[in-house]
């Protein structure tokens, strides 16, 4: 079955960095479109950076230049990092995928803050 599987979260100061992995399985990696999204408290879920099967990013306007997403077939893991990071970019990071249907990860927590 489908898995993913978020890691890397914790608390940093702003402008601090930090990169989240997510390991996947039960479906062709090499081949599948993975996406990072966001939750932030009383917000929705919203779309942070989107990677293909090809390697083509695309990114929310307010993380362009700031985080980077990339992708490491072998080891069936994509990453999210994330540098210059601000308060508002606290929120619970989950790993997203389209195999037949969507599929998520558990999350894991950011938070930016002093």
């Known amino acids: 079955q489908v898995q993913l599987v978020e890691s890397g979260g914790g608390l940093v100061q702003p402008g601090g960095s930090l990169r989240l992995s997510c390991a996947a399985s039960?479906?062709?990696?090499?081949?599948?479109?993975m996406t990072w999204y966001r939750q932030a408290p009383g917000k929705l879920r919203e779309l942070v950076a989107t990677?293909?099967?090809?390697?083509?990013?695309n990114y929310k306007g307010s993380v362009k230049g700031r985080f980077t997403i990339f992708r490491d077939n072998a080891k069936n893991t994509v990453y999210l990092q994330m540098n210059s990071l601000k308060p508002e970019d606290t929120a619970v990071y989950y790993c997203?995928?389209?195999?037949?249907?969507?599929?998520w990860g558990q999350g894991t927590q950011v938070t930016v803050s002093s």
């Open positions: 997203n995928t389209i195999v037949g249907r969507t599929y």
């Open positions: 039960g479906f062709s990696f090499s081949i599948s479109a």
């Open positions: 990677i293909t099967s090809g390697g083509s990013t």
